[in-house]
């Protein structure tokens, strides 16, 4: 028998994306590189292997891991519900680029398996192994290129009854494993219409634990499902892409970034959340802005720097910014006087508060951080366990 039918799906929400005050450390020892599944992931998790299990049909018959940590713990509960073993490849790995400082080795099977029971040694690991000096896009491509020549023979070769498979890994893997599956050459391009797009606008979604899904012709592979997220409580979140994120999935996870932001005088343009999203902002009225004081400039948050509409919150104070690009470059320098960098680009920022509503729900992020820290909570020891 043939595979007809291929999954796959991206891992749930990283615990590094929390703030570090709530982030539990990884079980790999490495919270930047090789991170556990937040508590919203987790719950992403169970929602995916429900879904998988009661829903689609095929359901997957073979479950193809990336070797790091979140992506194992992602389709674990798929396993369970499904009674299947997890298989490790490193051809699914993250993607990192050359210009990463080192390059993160993901964990064998003996480490991975002292924390998940449905792992198995029956899979050789090593259908293609990404380059220990990192990947530029268009290695990644060819990476998953060659994945492909070599994973589909090997596993009809050693599965011939299996006509289902599903494969958890990373968004740019994701991707680039979806457009050379597909045929195209380089992961920018549209998706053409008989793939499921409109050739201008359509690309391969990427938000956590999104799921695609191909299904081969005998003459090729086409697309019926692509990020499909109608299953998670949340919805889409967390979606990337090379064409649109400003900060790349290969770069260092976190690294400092330097930004003009240019604050508007004192006024504000009156906003409600329904406009945020908008091409342009609504202004309903100009008022005096809140007074500047030490104490209102103590708390500062940044939202969507990947986005062309970033938001910045200061204390009461609401902004709404779009990216401007300078002719020239502005340099930064530390209090020593010693140079940093270079800056190409501003923020330009306009000012509002936000109208309550009757409606308005609590924040997406401050639901994943009540629940970060009720986990992190819960994980502490007990006052009376401790000893004297």
């Not at 719950?43 to 689609?56: I, R, T």
């Not at 990644?140 to 599903?166: D, G, N």
Request: hydrophobic letters at 35%; glycine letters at 6%.
């Amino acid at each position: 028998m043939t595979i007809t039918t291929i999954y796959i799906v991206r891992h749930g929400y990283r615990e590094n994306w929390l703030p570090k005050e709530v982030q539990r450390d990884s079980p790999m020892g490495d919270n930047e590189s090789d991170p556990l599944l937040a508590a919203h992931g987790v719950e992403q998790a169970v929602e995916l292997g429900q879904y998988l299990s009661q829903e689609v049909d095929p359901k997957p018959q073979l479950i193809f891991s990336s070797p790091f940590y979140r992506c194992v713990e992602t389709i674990q509960p798929t396993a369970k519900e499904l009674g299947l073993s997890i298989f490790l490849d490193r051809g699914i790995g993250e993607w990192y680029r050359p210009n990463r400082p080192t390059i993160p080795e993901p964990a064998n099977i003996a480490v991975l398996s002292q924390y998940f029971q449905d792992l198995s040694d029956k899979w050789p690991p090593d259908t293609v192994v990404p380059s220990d000096k990192g990947e530029e896009e268009d290695e990644l491509m060819q990476r998953c290129r060659e994945f492909w020549t070599k994973f589909i023979p090997k596993v009809e070769s050693q599965f011939p009854k299996a006509s289902s498979i599903i494969l958890v890994t990373h968004a740019a893997v994701k991707i680039a494993l979806g457009m050379t599956l597909l045929g195209y050459t380089n992961t920018r391009e549209f998706l053409k219409p008989e793939h499921g797009g409109d050739g201008v606008s359509t690309r391969i979604h990427a938000s956590t634990c999104s799921l695609d899904c191909y299904k081969s012709s005998g003459a090729g592979w086409t697309m019926v499902m692509n990020g499909n997220t109608q299953f998670l409580t949340g919805g889409p979140e967390m979606n990337w892409h090379f064409a649109t994120a400003q900060f790349e999935a290969g770069n260092l996870e976190y690294e400092d970034v330097f930004v003009t932001l240019k604050f508007p005088p004192n006024q504000y343009i009156s906003l409600d959340r329904n406009s945020l999203n908008a091409d342009s902002i609504k202004k309903e009225s100009l008022e005096e802005s809140l007074e500047d004081s030490a104490a209102e400039r103590s708390s500062l948050r940044l939202s969507g720097l990947d986005k062309d509409k970033p938001l910045l919150q200061l204390n009461n104070n609401l902004y709404q910014g779009e990216w401007s690009k300078l002719v020239g470059s502005e340099l930064v320098f530390n209090e020593n006087g010693e140079f940093v960098t270079k800056v190409d680009g501003h923020i330009v920022l306009k000012s509002g508060r936000l109208e309550n509503t009757e409606n308005d729900k609590e924040s997406f992020l401050a639901k994943v951080l009540q629940k970060a820290r009720a986990v992190k909570t819960s994980n502490e020891p007990d006052s009376m366990d401790v000893d004297s």
